[in-house]
Nanobody, 117 residues
Framework: QVQLVESGGGKVQPGESLKLSCAASRNIFGIYIMGWYRQAPGKQREVVAQIVNDGSTNYADSVKGRFTISKESGKNMVDLEMNSLKPEDTAVYYC???????????WGQGTQVTVSS
């Protein structure tokens, strides 16, 4: 079992930045995908950014060039740096850890991000 705890959400104005962090309760190793999803009111949960154990990354088109996902080698934390935030980025952001080889899939409790003037 792995617990994921997100932090760093809040309310900002358009154009500002926020950094989200997700801490896992134990060492992460093997083949995995760690990422951030978001869900806005009345909408389906969607992938925002992912990072694979080999360091490769994937971003939703809507956040490319504005968001950066990172994970420091050997640490159990993944960060999401969000710049040039827009009102449409408003959502609950969830951290996800997917162990590809055995199908184990974990979610954090979510953190609210609100972008509003």
């Amino acid at each position: 079992q792995v617990q994921l705890v997100e932090s760093g959400g809040g309310k900002v104005q358009p154009g500002e930045s926020l950094k989200l962090s997700c801490a896992a309760s134990r060492n992460i190793f093997g083949i995995y995908i760690m990422g951030w999803y978001r869900q806005a009111p009345g909408k389906q949960r969607e992938v925002v950014a992912q990072i694979v154990n080999d360091g490769s990354t994937n971003y939703a088109d809507s956040v490319k060039g504005r968001f950066t996902i990172s994970k420091e080698s050997g640490k159990n934390m993944v960060d999401l740096e969000m710049n040039s935030l827009k009102p449409e980025d408003t959502a609950v952001y969830y951290c996800n850890l997917d162990f590809v080889t055995d199908g184990a899939d974990y979610w954090g409790q979510g953190t609210q991000v609100t972008v509003s003037s």
